[in-house]
């Protein structure tokens, strides 16, 4: 199976910031790389696939690059809503696994 | 609009089954694949079983593997997991979603929640 790692596991930021996560696989999956956001108690929201397009409806400050093994994501003007939990998870391969998680906090 | 609605979960003794249901809406179910994925309490997402939009390629994490069987009836436009033998550490809300052309999960529902406990 493929490992997703992601750093950090959690950072202290403020609403205007400019915030990046990483996310790491352990084996190539090409551009099959996804960010996930989950705001509490809600369930799971797409914002990037394929490592960098942008799904339909997410706000422009939301960013994803990388490729092979190595991804980031990259807010660029933090807003209120944006505190809480993001994930990457690999669709190139079954088992279709996540990272870890990083939750971004407020400071 | 794009509907998912998840149902069957509860509390159940461990050993014992529940079959998950999730019933699709605003969208052309038998031409998507489709998953399911488990948040256990307080930790991160666990991707559990997937399938193709026929019904085929199905697969599962290795955790789950033997124990949880993921189908769907694309002319009820529903996607199942029956998860038997069930042991405390499969406590989790758990999700169904909407593979995208990448595989992406672009569509969630709101989860429910399997509880495994004595």
């Known amino acids: 199976d493929i490992q997703m790692t992601q750093s950090p596991s959690s950072l202290s930021a403020s609403v205007g910031d400019r915030v990046t996560i990483t996310c790491r696989a352990s084996?190539?999956?090409?551009?099959?790389l996804n960010w996930y956001v989950q705001r509490p108690g809600k369930s799971p929201q797409l914002l990037i696939y394929?490592?960098?397009s942008l799904q339909t409806g997410v706000p422009s400050r939301f960013s994803g690059s990388g490729s092979g093994t190595d991804f980031s994501l990259t807010i660029d003007g933090l807003q209120p809503e944006d505190f809480a939990t993001f994930y990457c998870?690999?669709?190139?391969?079954?088992?279709?696994?996540f990272g870890p998680g990083t939750k971004v906090e407020m400071k | 609009q794009v509907h998912l609605v998840e149902s069957g979960g509860g509390v159940v003794q461990p050993g014992r089954s529940l079959r998950l249901s999730c019933v699709a809406s605003?969208?052309?179910?038998?031409?998507?694949?489709m998953d399911w994925v488990r948040q256990a309490p307080g930790k991160g997402l666990e991707w559990v079983a997937g399938?193709?939009?026929?019904?085929?390629?199905?697969h599962y994490a290795d955790s789950v593997k033997g124990r949880f069987t993921i189908s769907r009836d694309n002319s009820k436009n529903m996607l199942f997991l029956q998860v038997t033998s069930l042991r405390a550490e499969d406590t989790a809300v758990y999700y169904c979603?909407?593979?995208?052309?990448?595989?992406?999960?672009?569509?969630w529902g709101q989860g429910t929640t399997v509880t495994v406990s004595s």
């Open positions: 979603a909407r593979e995208g052309a990448l595989y992406e999960a672009d569509v």
């Open positions: 605003g969208f052309t179910f038998s031409s998507y694949g």
């Open positions: 399938l193709w939009f026929d019904g085929s390629n199905i």
């Open positions: 084996q190539t999956v090409t551009r099959y």
């Open positions: 394929a490592a960098s």
């Open positions: 998870q690999q669709s190139y391969v079954s088992p279709r696994t």
